[in-house]
């Protein structure tokens, strides 16, 4: 009986204990608890049931709300907890099996004014005292543990009331958690595992571990498609740009962080995925970004290193502009914020970074200057780096690749600059302490075009290649050790003077440059191969505007500070050509094989740099340039031999036909130019030598200075068919009408002219003759003989006129109608004088003879008058009979009247040239070398002698 009454006894309390445990606990607990929260909280909240097992110790409550007028603050659809009353008796501390939360949902609203509706979700406590205090500042002692946490299917919702727009919204939800073992045991470790859904496809995983004391968290996050606008648009009243809507990003890593001595946080693995990124301004596009990858980083914190195995931007499009007022549409994407002027002053650890690999790919820049009129825009790049280091504040660079890029350049719509394809290479860059090392720098691009419109300038280049080796930038110095200069094509075109100098095939060594402040050292320079040529067009005709004359105010130039030391340059196997189509016939010229080199050029030292070049013109033609110059100034010191050997003149044509208005059909040119400048004072020495001149036809030219050159060539050139002219010129270089080639020019103009306008001195001074005895041949009127003192004159004649073989000489034959009539007259009356004297003996016959035919001729005016006109009274007034003069009047009278035919005349003339003829057949002149001009009726005004004239001229 005793037993039935313990079994009743234990199975009555057993009883009342189920009873109060499922059924007056969760009936008295509600109101409670519902009590409890509201009397805590400003809005109302309600529990549907209450659920307690007394056995298995488990609570849960059941649909649990909180809301505000209709608005549901927070809810959940059940809470539990699995109690482990023996397991905590037997640890000594609270111990949870489980603890579970079932679609818990909070929704949060911030209000314009910045407040948020949880901020006002709790009354105001009361005060405390402080032992109340005290007790529960102690509670922080008590020490528990939950074997497993599970929060499922939650959702958060995010509101943002914004006036006078639509409230932003976010909204997070199949929020799932598990977290095994937490606790406040020290060491005791917890795992956990996250996911969650943000919006419709953001979602966020987190797996892991968790120990509270010491704090250490490790585990692996992974977040898919986070939309970067749904979060930007919370501050949108910051921003001045606008996302698009589909960028997304993909990020994964591992993550370790632990307290146990001072905060270290690893991150491992990390990959970041950015994607279809496009930011727009104004509703204008600023930037898109296909895609930003950044690939395996890992960091570690204190000791701040951080890997990266790539960093890679794809097909970046930017439009970036500076407006009027100079700033850029970048400056103001974020609205400025007042910031706290509190800098953190705490010294760190020095960042060491690794990146393996840094790419941009298939991307496009573009940048505007409203206020410079400039715009510059790339296409194509193509962007590598591999393994950038930065350790100790030094950084390291093994490659550096820039790959067939695109660029344009314009601005003011003046100059326009299209490049493509340009590439640049490095390797092994190092910078440290303002200190730059690099082992190889290469810069190419397949094409330049460069159009100046301002000043009608358009440059090409193709195939241009720069090659650096070994540089440094060590203490503000430059070093180079070789610099390697490749350029295909270069031309460079002034369109409105219509030039062209173009270049091919530059191949430029040089080695060992240095440089620091204002000084510039060069080893040595080599030119290989090159190829230059200069072409001047036809120049279009412009009307010349008139123009004030501007005083221009002439500065003294001060000295430069600036120092250079370059070594010898030497040019090897050079080609050049030279065209000019600004002429009545195009003239192009090549100078081939040329090489040479230039000394030292040293800007510190008095030694004259030395000048050595040797070339072949054309065909067969020779050029050497010889010469010392100042480098520092070539108005001190200048002394060049340039000199040219075996031209063929033909080539020259173009000019010849432009300024002289005549072709060259053959001819050779040796030049010997020497120019010496000391003190600013030009002492020029010009040796033109021309061999075997034959010039062509005539040419048309409104420049061309009309020169006999059949004449001046003939008076110039030697029986050998050479021409050899000296041409000093003196002048100062300093005056600012001073030009070398125009005072050439001018002086031989001046010694065509002046040999042409006085052929004879010319002639004179090159034979030491008497000019006044090559200008004419004497003749005794009526006589044909050649006098004895013409003899020197025909021997001068005949020399010269062996020396010049092209040289003629003109005979003007003439009659005087007078002087050589009388002559002959007197010559034939001497006949008739003679014969009449024979018809008298033992008197006067010549007197006899004279009166007799004197009266034969019956003349009104008798003897007896004659003779009174030739009676004068002497000095004792007795009259004297001049008988010489009475005779003389006679027989000149008498004569008079003997006929004379012009037939007689002319066959006098003929005599004389038959004669001179003759006389300088002896002399071996060549054929043609005297010219006869025609016979011409010439009276003078001289009483003996008769002069034939004579010219120089040409054959």
Avoid: C
Wanted: aromatic letters at 8%.
């Amino acid at each position: 009986m005793k037993i039935n009454r313990i079994l009743i006894t234990i199975s009555s309390l057993l009883l009342i204990y189920t009873i109060i445990g499922f059924i007056a606990i969760p009936k008295i607990a509600k109101p409670q608890i519902e009590n409890i929260i509201n009397e805590n909280i400003t809005q109302k909240a309600t529990i549907e049931k209450i659920h307690f097992n007394p056995f298995l110790f488990k609570f849960s409550i059941d649909n649990l709300k909180i809301a505000d007028k209709n608005k549901t603050t927070f809810s959940l659809k059940s809470i539990s907890i699995d109690f482990s009353a023996l397991k905590s008796i037997d640890k000594k501390h609270i111990h949870f099996k489980i603890l579970k939360i079932v679609e818990p949902y909070i929704n949060i609203i911030e209000n314009p004014d910045g407040s948020f509706n949880l901020e006002k979700l709790l009354k105001q406590a009361k005060t405390q005292q402080p032992k109340q205090q005290k007790k529960e500042s102690s509670s922080s002692d008590i020490k528990f543990q939950i074997f497993k946490t599970v929060i499922k299917n939650a959702q958060i919702d995010f509101t943002k009331i914004i006036s006078d727009k639509t409230p932003y919204k976010i909204s997070i939800h199949n929020f799932n958690y598990t977290f095994y073992d937490m606790g406040t045991f020290k060491n005791a470790l917890a795992s956990h595992t996250l996911e969650m859904k943000i919006n419709k496809e953001s979602t966020l995983a987190i797996k892991g571990g968790l120990r509270l004391n010491p704090f250490e968290m490790y585990g692996n996050v992974e977040i898919e498609k986070l939309k970067p606008k749904e979060f930007l648009d919370y501050k949108d009243d910051m921003l001045n740009f606008d996302l698009n809507k589909d960028s997304f990003i993909n990020l994964s890593f591992g993550y370790k962080v632990n307290m146990i001595k001072d905060l270290k946080i690893e991150i491992d693995h990390a990959n970041l995925a950015l994607n279809n990124l496009n930011i727009k301004k104004e509703n204008k596009k600023l930037l898109d970004l296909k895609s930003l990858n950044i690939d395996d980083l890992n960091l570690d914190y204190p000791q701040n290193i951080v890997n990266i195995s790539s960093i890679t931007f794809n097909k970046i499009s930017s439009n970036i502009k500076s407006d009027k007022n100079g700033n850029l549409n970048l400056n103001d994407l974020v609205k400025n914020q007042e910031q706290s002027k509190e800098e953190n002053k705490e010294e760190t650890k020095p960042w060491q970074v690794k990146l393996k690999e840094f790419n941009i790919k298939n991307s496009d820049l573009t940048f505007n200057d409203l206020k410079n009129s400039l715009n510059v825009s790339s296409k194509d790049i193509d962007l590598k780096l591999e393994d950038f280091k930065l350790k100790d504040e030094k950084i390291t660079l093994k490659n550096l690749n820039l790959s067939k890029v695109d660029l344009s350049f314009k601005q003011n719509r003046q100059t326009e600059i299209e490049a493509n394809d340009i590439s640049f290479d490095t390797q092994n860059f190092g910078f440290a302490q303002k200190n730059i090392e690099l082992e190889k720098a290469i810069f190419s691009v397949n094409s330049i075009n460069i159009k100046e419109k301002k000043s009608s300038l358009d440059i090409k280049t193709k195939g241009l290649r720069v090659e650096a080796v070994n540089n440094s930038f060590v203490n503000e110095k430059v070093d180079i050790y070789k610099l390697l200069f490749k350029n295909s094509f270069l031309s460079m075109i002034d369109r409105k003077n219509n030039q062209t100098v173009q270049a091919k095939n530059i191949n430029l060594t040089v080695d060992k440059i240095s440089q620091k402040e204002n000084e510039l050292k060069i080893a040595k320079s080599l030119i290989n191969k090159p190829e230059l040529l200069i072409k001047l067009g036809k120049k279009i005709e412009e009307k010349q505007k008139e123009k004030k004359e501007e005083k221009v105010s002439v500065k003294e130039n001060k000295k430069s500070d600036f120092k250079f030391d370059i070594g010898p340059v030497k040019i090897n196997n050079m080609k050049m050509s030279f065209e000019d189509k600004n002429l009545p016939i195009p003239f192009k010229t090549n100078i081939t094989e040329l090489n040479g080199q230039f000394s030292r050029l040293n800007s510190t030292t008095s030694e004259p740099t030395k000048l050595n070049l040797e070339g072949k013109v054309d065909k067969y033609g020779y050029t050497k340039i010889t010469g010392r110059v100042d480098i520092n100034d070539i108005k001190l010191l200048t002394d060049t031999n340039l000199l040219f050997k075996n031209i063929a003149i033909k080539n020259f044509t173009p000019y010849s036909g432009k300024f002289v208005g005549r072709a060259i059909d053959e001819g050779k040119l040796n030049l010997d130019l020497k120019y010496n400048i000391k003190k600013s004072n030009l002492n020029a020495q010009n040796s033109i030598v021309i061999s075997d001149i034959k010039l062509g036809k005539n040419i048309e030219s409104k420049e061309a200075v009309n020169l006999p050159l059949e004449l001046a060539i003939a008076l110039l050139e030697d029986s050998s068919g050479v021409i050899d002219i000296d041409l000093p010129i003196t002048g100062n270089v300093d005056d600012p009408q001073f030009s070398i080639a125009p005072i050439v020019w001018k002086a031989f103009v001046n010694l065509i002219v002046k040999a042409v306008a006085s052929p004879f001195t010319l002639l004179g001074s090159l034979f030491n003759i008497d000019e006044e005895k090559l200008k004419a041949i004497e003749f005794e009127y009526g006589k044909s003989n050649i006098l004895t003192s013409e003899k020197e004159s025909l021997d001068a004649i005949g020399k010269i006129l062996k020396e010049k073989n092209r040289l003629a000489i003109k005979l003007q034959p003439v009659y005087d109608p007078n002087n050589d009539k009388f002559a002959l007259q007197k010559s034939k009356f001497e006949k008739v004088l003679e014969k009449q004297m024979k018809n008298y003996k033992d008197t006067d016959q010549y007197k006899k003879a004279l009166e007799e035919l004197y009266k034969n001729e019956k003349e009104d005016k008798s003897l007896d008058e004659i003779k009174e006109d030739f009676i004068n009274k002497d000095k004792d007034s007795k009259e004297v009979f001049n008988i010489d003069n009475y005779l003389e009047y006679l027989k000149n009278a008498l004569a008079s009247k003997q006929e004379v035919k012009k037939e007689e005349l002319i066959s006098l003339v003929k005599e004389r040239i038959q004669n001179i003829k003759e006389y300088l057949k002896t002399k071996n002149i060549p054929k043609n070398s005297l010219i006869i001009e025609d016979i011409k009726e010439q009276a003078s005004n001289d009483k003996k002698w008769i002069k034939l004239k004579l010219e120089v001229s040409a054959k």
